[in-house]
Nanobody, 122 residues
Framework: QVRLEESGGGSVQAGGSLRLSCVGS????????MGWFRQVPGKEREGVAA???????IYSEFARGRFTISGDNAKNTLYLQMNDLKPEDTGMFYC????????????????WGRGTQVTVSS
């Protein structure tokens, strides 16, 4: 059974940083494409970043230059380092996994976790 568990969210002031983690189990972590998306109540889900098995990364425009996605295959863990956070970054952040690159790079995932809340105050 594929499982994902996010952690690392919290409340920070604008300009601060957070590092989100996502531990995956029940699948070949090194062979998967993984990514992050965020959800704000009343708004559509928004892709943040994704990384494929070769380590190639993609970022949404708002994340580029501020966020860094990475993975540690030895720990089955995906990370999202977020710097220079802004109030508009507030939302529930989810990690997802898929084995189809075209889906994953469009932030469409077969499975995702329960999310971790990020709140940025001005």
């Amino acid at each position: 059974q594929v499982r994902l568990e996010e952690s690392g969210g919290g409340s920070v002031q604008a300009g601060g940083s957070l590092r989100l983690s996502c531990v995956g189990s029940g699948y070949n972590f090194a062979a998967a494409c993984m990514g992050w998306f965020r959800q704000v109540p009343g708004k559509e889900r928004e892709g943040v970043a994704a990384i494929d098995p070769d380590g190639t990364t993609i970022y949404s425009e708002f994340a580029r230059g501020r966020f860094t996605i990475s993975g540690d295959n030895a720990k089955n863990t995906l990370y999202l380092q977020m710097n220079d956070l802004k109030p508009e970054d507030t939302g529930m952040f989810y990690c997802g996994v898929d084995f189809a690159l075209n889906r994953c790079k469009n932030y469409v995932f077969m499975t995702w976790g329960r999310g971790t809340q990020v709140t940025v105050s001005s």
